[in-house]
């Protein structure tokens, strides 16, 4: 069976699927064709079928199959996930027609300039190189391997499995969002008991000389913290007279990012600070006036704390670094007056940091129906453009609410941005997840292999995971919704399918380094030969 799995993995990396193109469908093809070609899919042809990504412009799509034990009459489910798309290959400079081709990229890196880690694995034969091999068509080759195994002795096996290979993992999740509505709707017609989801997205290393494989239960969030900054625009010759919205972005940042006092920890297990991913100033043109409104957000992992408690955390981080910049200019304005001779009064500025939630209901209190109104507009207007974004649009929004309050003092205003991925956390309580703990140790105990393997909370890395489950505190949900400008227009979350599937997840992927970079590669005889067995044995050791 490895060798099967080694032979699809490099057919579906030979077959370009950059996120965000056409060419995505190119693999979603391919996946179904192979399904068709198996005995069990020949007999039944209903049970393969596309999923259309909701609302999507480039008409993407990802495949769904089915394999219905025959072997007793169990309602038993383990739903396997994979997705089929890949980041881009621009990475690979003047190789990149070679990406999609690993036996001939080896070739190509040979006698290259390249890191000293990344020429031993390239000489020792062990490694196999390209975009996607690793993230993740090995992973989609052994889900879909294991699943023909298993169709192939359908009599004999006792339980279901649903498989998905979904598109636009690596962008928005457009395809996972997609699926599942179609999951909730199936488990209704079929009567499925959903177990688990189980992924097998990529493992690495987790630190310099880790040799450890992992296995993980359960699954790291991600919400996007996002700040609109109001200061006060001046003259560029009068500093003292404004307040700079750059400087008091550049303070939220030297609070937040990489700051691992907002690191979320469960169970010794700690998420990764949160880290900018955009900080701009939003001004219009180049003249000397100074930036009156700046834009700043965060990647911000959880692995418990909920969108209303993140919320809380980041104003109280918002209003720290805002009242330091009030205090360090009161005291370069006196070292400036007393220089120049000038009388020195305390600048006015005070701090103030408020949700997008309080700046809405400040606004509608002050100008009624108009401020819905001006939303319905702008969504309208703002969906017409396919240039924007989920980001921009949301923060679009903002900056029309705030333009009708009649308040014109500096302000921070902390929103969500999307996308928003649920944490996963499988502590145990119940019996699904008290099954998939015991299953999954019981699993890799009994797993005869040279390796050392470990079972680790939180799959680390975002992935569709997350969308197995989705809050159920009222409080959560509510702080989501309400702080996310754009939710349920722009950008949608099926919650309430979300919350039905209620499922505990796993990830048994195969182990390489250096995901999304030229150098990306496979490690040969764990990822073709230890962890399809884990897969294997957890699956049917879940169905038991």
């Not at 899919?41 to 990504?53: A, G, L, T």
């Not at 919205?245 to 920890?265: F, V």
């Not at 119940?430 to 470990?454: M, P």
């Not at 195969?510 to 999304?516: E, I, Q, R, S």
Request: aromatic share 10%.
């Amino acid at each position: 069976m490895n060798e099967r799995i080694e032979k699809l993995t490099l057919e579906l990396a030979s077959i370009r699927g950059v996120v965000g193109t056409k060419e995505e469908n190119n693999v979603a093809d391919k996946v179904y064709e192979k399904f068709m070609e198996m005995d069990y899919f020949k007999k039944h042809p209903e049970y393969v079928d596309y999923v259309d990504v909701i609302d999507d412009p480039l008409g993407r799509k990802s495949v769904m199959a089915m394999v219905k034990g025959e072997k007793g009459n169990s309602n038993k489910t383990v739903i396997l996930i994979g997705h089929i798309d890949t980041v881009g290959i621009s990475d690979y400079g003047d190789l990149k027609e070679y990406a999609t081709k690993p036996l001939e990229l080896v070739e190509k890196f040979k006698g290259r300039p390249l890191p000293e880690d990344v020429v031993k694995d390239l000489e020792s034969g062990e490694y196999l190189f390209g975009r996607g091999i690793f993230d993740m068509k090995c992973g989609v080759a052994t889900l879909m391997t294991l699943i023909e195994e298993i169709s192939n002795d359908v009599e004999n096996f006792e339980g279901n499995i649903v498989f998905a290979g979904v598109c636009d993992e690596e962008g928005n999740s457009g395809g996972m969002l997609s699926v599942v509505p179609e999951l909730v709707k199936l488990k209704n017609k079929e009567n499925f008991e959903y177990l688990a989801v189980l992924d097998t997205d990529y493992s690495a290393a987790r630190y310099e000389g880790d040799n450890t494989r992992y296995v993980y239960v359960g699954t790291v969030g991600k919400l996007m913290p996002t700040f609109y900054i109001v200061g006060a625009e001046t003259h560029a010759g009068d500093p003292f007279k404004g307040i700079d919205s750059n400087l008091i972005s550049s303070a939220i940042t030297n609070e937040i990012d990489l700051n691992t006092k907002y690191c979320d920890e469960a169970e010794g297990e700690v998420t990764v600070p949160p880290i900018t991913l955009r900080q701009q100033d939003l001004k219009p043109e180049y003249s000397v006036q100074t930036a009156k409104t700046s834009h700043l957000y965060f990647n911000y992992g959880t692995h418990v704390s909920t969108p209303d408690e993140v919320m809380a955390k980041v104003i109280e981080g918002a209003d720290l670094a805002f009242q330091k910049v009030i205090d360090s200019l009161n005291v370069g304005y006196k070292k400036y007056c007393d220089s120049n001779k000038f009388p020195y009064e305390k600048l006015p500025w005070k701090s103030r940091v408020m949700s997008y939630d309080e700046l809405y209901k400040k606004v509608k209190e002050e100008r009624g129906e108009e401020v819905d109104k001006l939303i319905e507009d702008l969504n309208k207007e703002l969906l017409d453009d396919p240039n924007v974004d989920d980001r921009e649009f949301a923060l679009k929004i903002v900056e029309g609410v705030h333009n009708m309050w009649s308040d014109k003092d500096p302000v921070v205003v902390v929103f969500f941005s999307p996308p928003y991925y649920p944490h996963i956390y499988v502590e145990g309580k119940s019996k699904l997840e008290e099954k998939l703990l015991n299953t999954v140790k019981e699993t890799v105990e009994n797993t005869d292999s040279k390796y050392d393997i470990k079972v680790k909370k939180f799959y680390p890395y975002i992935s569709d995971l997350s969308y197995a489950a989705a809050p159920r505190e009222e409080e959560a949900i509510e702080s989501l919704k309400n702080n996310m400008p754009g939710f349920g227009t722009k950008y949608k979350l099926p919650i309430e399918d979300l919350q039905e599937l209620n499922l505990p997840v796993l990830n048994i992927g195969p182990f390489g380094k250096d995901a999304h970079k030229f150098t990306e590669r496979l490690e040969k005889d764990y990822s073709f030969n230890v962890a399809p067995e884990i897969v294997y044995n957890t699956i049917i050791n879940l169905l038991k």
